[in-house]
């Protein structure tokens, strides 16, 4: 079996699961979250848990078993207590600010560079700590905007200028030396 897999995924009190064929509906507080899940595999609601099975042994069977425990228990954790990405600029000049549902960055180009705001994403601006917060209910969601603002200037290895995750190392190289 599965170590992931065979896991119960337990439903917390606020949280709702509705299983209708293969499409899982979770409900919660923070919002609601739908996915189909793979045809080979199935879910069933067993004591307040969601139990995730696999019809055969199969390499790609043990695969999907995993996958599909671990992407329902991330919905459940997603409408219950929702995802949250921190990332910090730096850079002398660097800056962000947020006008309406618009991120508009300041990244040493020749111009701003503009992004709209995706729907089910909430994007925080904290200028003074030169923090952007990217919050949501879809952890995939989350994570590919995250990494779509800091795909704008990546940090590079010379001085760690650029934006990064928040704790995130960058190692720097020596540069050039006179001689």
Do not use: C, W
């Not at 923070?30 to 019809?55: C, F, W, Y």
């Not at 917060?133 to 001085?159: C, S």
């Amino acid at each position: 079996m599965s170590r992931v897999g065979k896991m119960p995924i337990p439903i917390p009190d606020k949280a709702k699961v509705d299983i209708k064929a293969r499409m899982i509906t979770v409900t919660g507080p923070k919002g609601t979250l739908n996915r189909e899940i793979h045809a080979d595999m199935s879910a069933a609601i067993e004591e307040n848990q969601v139990i995730v099975s696999r019809p055969s042994e199969q390499k790609k069977h043990r695969a999907l078993h995993g996958l599909t425990r671990a992407l329902l228990n991330n919905m459940v954790i997603g409408v219950t207590e929702g995802y949250k990405k921190e990332l910090e600029l730096r850079g002398v000049g660097y800056r962000s600010e947020l006008k309406g549902k618009v991120l508009v960055l300041h990244l040493g180009y020749s111009h701003p560079i503009v992004m709209r705001q995706p729907d089910g994403i909430d994007i925080e601006v904290l200028p003074k700590e030169n923090k952007i917060i990217v919050t949501g209910v879809d952890k995939e969601l989350v994570g590919q905007v995250a990494a779509k603002i800091r795909g704008f200037r990546k940090p590079e290895p010379y001085k760690g200028k650029g934006i990064r995750y928040v704790g995130e190392y960058v190692r720097t190289k020596a540069g050039k030396t006179a001689g």
